[in-house]
């Protein structure tokens, strides 16, 4: 076995393949960009070495740089991963020309499977079913123009060399051939540097089955069962689960035979996937085979309790494989979810910045998170935006999906857009938990997963004043200590009531809470012109509150960040604004709002229109200074005649921010 080994990548799946090695007593070291001089694999690992600035073609593409610091540590192997070198023929025979062995198939292997087009030649001579189409060389457009009327609409084309979604089209009637082929052509030679495709019949409805393969340098060659990776997005996978539902022991046999011809028919050796495109009628076709370990690797490890990384670390170095394929079994059912820094609200739009609050459900013999980021990482522009994967297990697919929507409903991430929201709706699809989907199942039912409005529940604005309340409480415990009468906050004032509001804002809706101080840290809290009910606030780790309104008991939590205040609440998040009303001297009539800029600022929203007639204390507009929100509100009855800055204007101290006149 291996005494040292180099991870050749980053994020995630290098602090998994550290935490096996680790676990076999192997020593790791890490690769890293500038971009990721802190980050956590580099943390992680007993060694690391600087390879190369941020972008990954001048880092983790570059293998001559990562060889020599293999060399350099005394890395007796490398592990390349998934993504950048994990399929890249070249790099496994610089690594075998080096004498430093690569965890991973051989570079024919990697060849044999690289081209589609090829690819799916080699299976035709093995046997393996195909879909019907055409992998051949000939590319004039004409040609395939009359493929495609041969196969028969609609087709799908498919870059040859592509993957991820890129160059690939359907095309439901002839006249949109031309275009959509063209289309292709052009986005592979810019992803891929070919613009050789094929053209296959599409297939309706389609479901997404892949086989885990392993084999052994002796020539033994196993299957360790399927995974269902049919929901997806733009032909990227957001949801896989093991094993696939519906799937028969006879049809789970038939394609586990056709995967292991397949890695057999390419000589292949330690961890691979088959991929098929399956029919509720059970026929399925090869598509095509990916030559590493795979992002969805866990759930197979989930079902059948065995550990993929260190079977790749032990064929690598020459042992033989641990189990026969009689000796494999499967128990239970497993789910992963991806959870990505993006906004699905704005096409899966990936966002940057800061985890200012990173919590994952806590991990368990059924709920295991593989994350390449903690608490306080940024996620940054230069590769994946993966936060994490959430991994279930249950005796069954209900008990796993109940489980992944309580973890899901315990997953918190503050500071950058995420997708745990949406995954949520998505698992709790009725089509999805009955399991009636397909490739198409996140098209279909857009109307549920993406609401077009969302109104915030009474509770929520209820708890983030009770939190707020609380945040208040233990600062000026800490300011003052514990003993001091200016500690207690319980509102007591000379000849007058123990009364206050809150204020919060999502968006432009403004809601006040009404706060009266009661006695032994409780507050009597309602929405303004709403009742009031008796409430209280149990602080736990993290933000967690067991919160009190009324009779009800309810569990939640509530993370700052700047002026926001983000709500968890029965598995959503809510990221409310606190609003300071700003109050200016004088008295009577003249004492509330204040109609400058207390200190410089920029002026976020209008809250009234021009010309609008509004009563004493309305608010206004919402001024940002020092990364709080605050609202200037009327400071008697009148009419807003004008604003002096618009939405997004930078305002000085002192600046007049709204012309206001007397009522007519």
């Given at each position: 076995?291996?005494?040292?080994?180099?991870?050749?990548?980053?994020?995630?799946?290098?602090?998994?393949?550290?935490?096996?090695?680790?676990?076999?007593?192997?020593a790791?070291v890490?690769?890293?960009?500038?971009?990721?001089?802190?980050?956590?694999?580099?943390?992680?690992?007993?060694?690391?070495?600087?390879?190369?600035?941020?972008a990954?073609?001048?880092?983790?593409?570059?293998?001559?740089?990562?060889?020599?610091?293999?060399?350099?540590?005394?890395?007796?192997?490398?592990h390349?991963?998934?993504?950048?070198?994990?399929?890249?023929?070249?790099?496994?025979?610089?690594?075998?020309?080096?004498?430093?062995?690569?965890?991973?198939?051989?570079?024919?292997?990697?060849?044999?499977?690289?081209?589609?087009?090829?690819?799916?030649a080699?299976?035709?001579?093995?046997?393996?079913?195909?879909?019907?189409?055409?992998?051949?060389?000939?590319?004039?457009?004409?040609?395939?123009a009359?493929?495609?009327?041969?196969?028969?609409?609609?087709?799908?084309?498919?870059?040859?060399?592509?993957?991820?979604?890129?160059?690939?089209?359907?095309?439901?009637?002839?006249?949109?051939?031309?275009?959509?082929?063209?289309?292709?052509?052009?986005?592979?030679?810019?992803?891929?540097?070919d613009?050789?495709?094929?053209?296959?019949?599409?297939?309706?409805q389609?479901?997404?089955?892949?086989?885990?393969v392993?084999?052994d340098?002796?020539?033994?060659?196993?299957?360790?069962?399927?995974?269902?990776?049919s929901?997806?997005?733009?032909h990227?996978?957001?949801?896989?689960?093991?094993?696939?539902?519906?799937?028969?022991?006879?049809?789970?046999?038939a394609?586990?035979?056709?995967?292991?011809?397949?890695?057999?028919?390419?000589?292949?050796?330690?961890?691979g996937?088959?991929?098929?495109?399956?029919?509720?009628?059970?026929?399925?076709?090869?598509?095509?085979?990916?030559?590493?370990?795979?992002?969805?690797?866990?759930?197979?490890?989930?079902?059948?309790?065995?550990?993929?990384v260190?079977?790749?670390?032990?064929?690598?170095s020459?042992?033989?494989?641990?189990?026969?394929?009689?000796?494999?079994?499967?128990?239970?059912?497993?789910?992963?979810?991806?959870?990505?820094?993006?906004?699905?609200?704005?096409?899966?739009?990936?966002?940057?910045?800061?985890?200012?609050?990173?919590?994952?459900?806590?991990?368990?013999?059924?709920?295991?998170?593989?994350?390449?980021?903690?608490?306080?990482?940024?996620i940054?522009?230069?590769?994946?935006?993966?936060i994490?994967?959430?991994?279930?297990?249950?005796?069954?697919?209900?008990?796993?999906?109940?489980?992944?929507?309580?973890?899901?409903?315990?997953?918190?991430?503050?500071?950058?857009?995420?997708?745990?929201?949406?995954?949520?709706?998505?698992?709790a699809?009725?089509a999805?938990?009955?399991?009636?989907?397909?490739?198409?199942?996140?098209?279909?039912?857009?109307?549920?997963?993406?609401?077009?409005?969302?109104e915030?529940?009474?509770?929520?604005?209820?708890?983030?004043a009770?939190?707020?309340?609380?945040?208040?409480?233990?600062?000026?415990?800490?300011?003052?200590?514990a003993?001091?009468?200016?500690?207690?906050?319980?509102g007591?004032?000379l000849?007058?009531?123990?009364?206050?509001?809150?204020?919060?804002?999502?968006?432009?809706?403004?809601q006040?809470?009404?706060?009266?101080?009661?006695?032994?840290?409780?507050?009597?809290?309602?929405?303004?012109?709403?009742?009031?009910?008796?409430?209280?606030?149990?602080?736990?780790?993290?933000?967690?509150?067991?919160?009190?309104?009324?009779?009800r008991?309810?569990?939640?939590?509530?993370?700052?960040?700047?002026?926001?205040?983000?709500?968890?609440?029965?598995?959503?998040?809510?990221?409310?604004?606190?609003?300071?009303?700003?109050?200016?001297?004088?008295?009577?009539?003249?004492?509330?709002?204040?109609?400058?800029?207390?200190m410089p600022?920029?002026?976020?929203?209008?809250?009234?229109?021009?010309?609008?007639?509004?009563?004493?204390?309305?608010?206004?507009?919402?001024?940002?200074?020092?990364?709080m929100?605050?609202?200037?509100?009327?400071?008697?009855?009148?009419?807003?005649?004008?604003?002096?800055?618009?939405?997004?204007?930078?305002v000085?101290?002192?600046?007049?921010?709204?012309?206001?006149?007397?009522?007519?």
């Open positions: 076995m291996f005494k040292k080994i180099l991870i050749a990548n980053r994020g995630e799946i290098a602090c998994r393949v550290i935490k096996t090695a680790r676990r076999m007593g192997i790791t890490a690769v890293y960009s500038e971009a990721d001089a802190n980050a956590r694999h580099v943390r992680l690992a007993d060694e690391a070495v600087l390879i190369g600035p941020a990954a073609r001048e880092s983790y593409l570059k293998g001559d740089r990562i060889l020599e610091a293999a060399r350099a540590t005394g890395a007796e192997a490398i390349p991963g998934y993504g950048f070198l994990s399929e890249n023929e070249d790099f496994a025979e610089a690594c075998e020309a080096a004498g430093i062995a690569f965890i991973g198939p051989p570079a024919s292997a990697i060849r044999a499977m690289g081209s589609k087009s090829a690819a799916k080699l299976m035709e001579k093995a046997g393996v079913p195909l879909t019907p189409g055409y992998h051949g060389d000939h590319q004039e457009p004409g040609f395939l009359a493929q495609a009327e041969t196969i028969g609409y609609p087709v799908l084309i498919k870059a040859s060399a592509g993957g991820g979604g890129k160059g690939m089209r359907r095309v439901d009637r002839a006249a949109d051939f031309e275009a959509a082929l063209a289309s292709c052509k052009r986005e592979a030679t810019n992803a891929f540097g613009d050789h495709v094929l053209v296959e019949k599409y297939v309706l389609p479901r997404h089955i892949e086989i885990q392993f084999a340098q002796q020539g033994r060659c196993v299957y360790l069962f399927e995974r269902d990776c929901v997806q997005r733009r990227q996978k957001v949801l896989e689960e093991a094993p696939a539902p519906g799937m028969t022991p006879e049809r789970r046999a394609m586990g035979r056709a995967a292991v011809e397949a890695a057999k028919a390419v000589g292949y050796v330690g961890a996937t088959v991929e098929f495109i399956a029919q509720g009628d059970g026929s399925f076709w090869f598509m095509e085979m990916n030559t590493r370990l795979q992002v969805e690797h866990p759930v197979t490890e989930m079902i059948t309790g065995l550990d993929l260190e079977w790749q670390l032990r064929v690598a020459g042992e033989p494989l641990p189990l026969t394929q009689e000796q494999l079994s499967i128990d239970g059912h497993a789910l992963e979810a991806r959870i990505y820094a993006e906004d699905p609200d704005k096409g899966f739009l990936p966002s940057t910045g800061k985890l200012l609050h990173l919590a994952p459900p806590t991990e368990s013999g059924h709920v295991r998170v593989d994350s390449g980021v903690e608490q306080g990482d940024e940054t522009p230069h590769y994946d935006p993966m994490a994967k959430l991994i279930v297990w249950g005796a069954d697919r209900a008990q796993a999906l109940s489980r992944m929507r309580q973890a899901l409903a315990q997953f918190r991430v503050v500071g950058v857009q995420n997708n745990v929201e949406f995954l949520a709706r998505l698992v699809l009725p999805f938990a009955q399991g009636r989907f397909d490739t198409g199942l996140i098209e279909r039912e857009q109307e549920q997963l993406f609401p077009a409005h969302r915030v529940p009474e509770s929520v604005w209820l708890i983030a009770l939190a707020e309340l609380q945040r208040e409480q233990q600062g000026a415990q800490r300011g003052a200590g003993d001091s009468p200016w500690s207690a906050l319980d007591w004032r000849n007058g009531r123990a009364q206050r509001r809150l204020q919060l804002r999502l968006g432009e809706q403004v006040a809470v009404t706060v009266e101080v009661l006695p032994r840290q409780a507050w009597r809290i309602g929405l303004e012109g709403a009742p009031a009910v008796e409430a209280r606030a149990t602080p736990g780790a993290d933000g967690a509150l067991l919160v009190q309104l009324g009779e008991r309810l569990h939640a939590a509530v993370v700052a960040a700047g002026e926001r205040r983000h709500v968890f609440f029965e598995g959503r998040s809510w990221p409310l604004s606190l609003v300071d009303s700003l109050h200016v001297g004088g008295g009577g009539d003249e004492a509330e709002g204040g109609l400058r800029a207390p600022g920029k002026v976020i929203a209008w809250l009234a229109q021009p010309g609008a007639t509004v009563d004493k204390g309305a608010p206004l507009l919402v001024l940002e200074a020092m990364k929100e605050h609202t200037i509100t009327a400071p008697r009855a009148g009419v807003v005649k004008a604003f002096r800055y618009a939405p997004g204007e930078q000085a101290d002192g600046a007049e921010l709204v012309e206001f006149g007397e009522q007519a």
